[in-house]
């Protein structure tokens, strides 16, 4: 199985009761259809799947499944603390019809854990696993960062196809391309390193802004895939700084409140994170203003 290309980090609208809205995350998923992304992350971070019930986590996987286009590569959300509990939700989201599962590390107990703590781990998952399994290192959330010695180890399993990185360290992605089998692939989770992670041997990227801006990052990724190298280097330097203010210094409410502006089904996190203030969002609107006018300029 290649992971090759952008891949959203999906977010889940919600009602204004609160409740997970299936009809606007399938509107989403119809206009993702007619982009040039390679598939979809289902119950990610951005998805803020931590946040909801487990039959609402089945309601969403079932959802995405119904209306994604055909070719469209399917990968479901499925860590948890425990590996039985993780395994669990993998088998489950195979039963679904997906057809990876990204694993993030267990980190609770993170005082205690050691390397060999997630290589026993992730090794327990991907046998009993009936759907490749991808890593997933994302310590901005979890405090633990998966290091190039356990990835290399781990990359050796046959049902482990990848990792997505989250860490920003385009060192550490070329570290692990160039020690891990071919077969294993490397997805960057940084909107702001993706040109230099593709560079480096990256086979595509999970990303949250791509929820906002798909057909900016599926055009960076075929301008590296063509050898548009200058081009895809201005057009990184545009994405990394709107991922700055979008992103990085807003979280999930920002992702979706710029997802309303484009006319996505955004709308508002679930407590408790909150939702944006009228001078960020006057930030977020004014940035993508200037977005626009910079693209259509070009």
Known sequence: ???RGIFPALTTPFEADGWVSLGRLKE???RYNKTGLAGYLVLGSTGEAVMLLRAEEDAVL???KEVAAPGKLLIAGTGAEST????????????LGYQAALVKTPYYYKPVYRAETYIRHYRAVADASPIPVLLYSVPAFTGVTLESP???KLAEHPNIAGIKDSSGSVQRVGEVVSGAPASFQVLTGGAAVVYPALAVGASGAILALASALPEKFVELYELVQQGKHEQAKGLQLSLANTSKCIVSENGIAGVKYAMDLRGYNGGVPRLP???LTEEKKQQIA???TLHETSAARV
């Open 273 to 275: 994170l909150l939702p």
């Open 62 to 64: 079932a959802a995405v």
């Open 286 to 288: 004014a940035l993508l």
């Open 84 to 95: 039985a509990e993780t395994i669990a939700r993998t088998k489950r989201a195979a039963v």
């Open 28 to 30: 989403n998923i119809r």
């Open 150 to 152: 356990e990835i290399l």
């Open 1 to 3: 199985m290649e992971f």
